[in-house]
């Protein structure tokens, strides 16, 4: 015997008892599981409410049409958009025309110069220094200016007022620090 065909023979054993063991293990194991299964051991129906067919969903889902969206699955790429719908806009003397509302009146404007701030001799009270070039006017907050705006509030950047006749807030910044400038 040559080396060749002892290594197939020994294969050819190896195969031949695999094969035996498969075939004995597979063989006990469906006898094993026929002899577990207990028949006719406390079997429960399930509890339905109604078990007779509900025809009419039946009917309702045969009835059932495909409607497309007219897109074909087949196609990767997505339709076109339809085309845009004109849009009405009213023209003056069209029927529905409204005509835009009335802007807002511009800001109420100071017409002194807000030069400077400074402080009451206690250091709590804030004044504000204006001038309308040849008169100096130091008002605090509250104060009326020139009979027509009172001041609202004093930073030290900004000096806030108020139109009397109107009610319309507006600012003035801090401008240079001379009064004559």
């Known amino acids: 015997m040559t080396r060749k065909t002892s290594i197939q023979s020994a294969m050819l054993v190896v195969l031949l008892t695999t094969a035996a063991v498969l075939l004995y293990r597979n063989g006990n194991s469906t006898k094993a599981s026929e002899s577990d299964v207990k028949t006719g051991g406390s079997y429960k129906p399930m509890s339905v409410d109604n078990p007779q067919i509900h025809w009419d969903r039946l009917t309702d ?10 897109r074909d699955i087949f196609n990767w790429q ?25 802007p807002p009146p ?4 100071l017409p002194l110069k807000f030069f400077g701030i400074g402080t009451d001799s206690k250091g709590t009270a804030r004044r504000a220094f204006l001038t309308d070039g040849s008169e100096v ?9 020139l009979g027509r705006f009172r001041v609202v509030k ?25 009064p004559g400038g």
């Open 61 to 70: 889902s045969q009835e059932a049409e495909y409607k497309s969206t007219g």
């Open 78 to 102: 997505l339709p076109a958009p339809p085309p845009p719908v004109p849009v009405h806009v009213p023209q003056q003397g069209d029927a529905d025309y409204i005509p835009p509302p009335v």
């Open 106 to 109: 511009p800001p109420p404007k």
């Open 137 to 145: 006017f130091i008002v605090a907050e509250g104060d009326t200016v």
């Open 154 to 178: 004093i930073t030290t950047v900004r000096l806030e007022f108020e139109e009397i006749s109107s009610g319309r807030h507006a600012s003035k910044a801090l401008e240079d620090q001379t």
